[in-house]
């Protein structure tokens, strides 16, 4: 699967799991080395998020495309207070099962914007660790609708449509 995958998703994506799948070791990379090897094709567009609480998940970095394209930094903010109440237990289940299982998870999100409308994000979320071995996600996100000129995206309101992947090295 791995082989047919790596040429079916957009290259952000496959460049994103083909780092994943380098720096794993028995278990899910540290985010260091993530980081170390700078790929200025992907790092922006990063959403990393600490997964090892259910009630609070705290945002640990947003990439610059990511701010720029938002409108904000959610840097140091819950992102589970950045979901609609009805989809909070889809993130929480989503993260506890990239980190138990060493799974990648592809979604199709629904985002709304200050102005009400909505937005789709293609969003691509693999299972990292930090130097205290706690888990995180790091979510690649690829918006597929441009915002309007000073308007924010301000929540998560549904998923579309979402898959899980076998990672090529767990």
Same mark, same amino acid.
């Given at each position: 699967?791995?082989?047919?995958? +790596? ?19 028995? +278990? ?28 609070a998940?705290?945002?640990? #970095?947003? +990439? ?49 914007t ?16 930090? $130097? ?7 979510? #690649? ?6 915002? $309007? ?10 998923? #579309? ?10």
């Amino acid at each position: 699967m791995a082989g047919r995958l +790596g040429r079916d998703i957009p290259e952000k994506f496959r460049r994103h799991l083909q780092n994943w799948t380098k720096f794993y070791r028995g +278990g899910p990379p540290y985010l260091a080395d993530l980081f170390a090897e700078s790929d200025p094709a992907t790092q922006p567009w990063l959403v990393v998020i600490d997964t090892e609480h259910e009630d609070a998940q705290n945002i640990r #970095l947003v +990439g610059t495309a990511i701010a720029d394209f938002f409108g904000s930094d959610a840097t140091g903010f819950d992102f589970l207070q950045t979901v609609t109440p009805e989809i909070k237990a889809v993130f929480v289940d989503a993260h506890r099962r990239i980190n138990r299982d060493l799974v990648g998870k592809f979604h199709l999100a629904v985002c709304s914007t200050s102005t009400g409308r909505e937005l789709e994000v293609l969003a691509f979320a693999l299972p990292y660790r930090r $130097k205290d071995d706690l888990p995180c996600a790091a979510w #690649l996100l690829f918006p597929g609708t441009a915002l $309007k000129y000073g308007e924010t995206g301000s929540q998560v309101r549904s998923i #579309l449509a979402q898959f899980w992947i076998d990672l090529p090295a767990a």
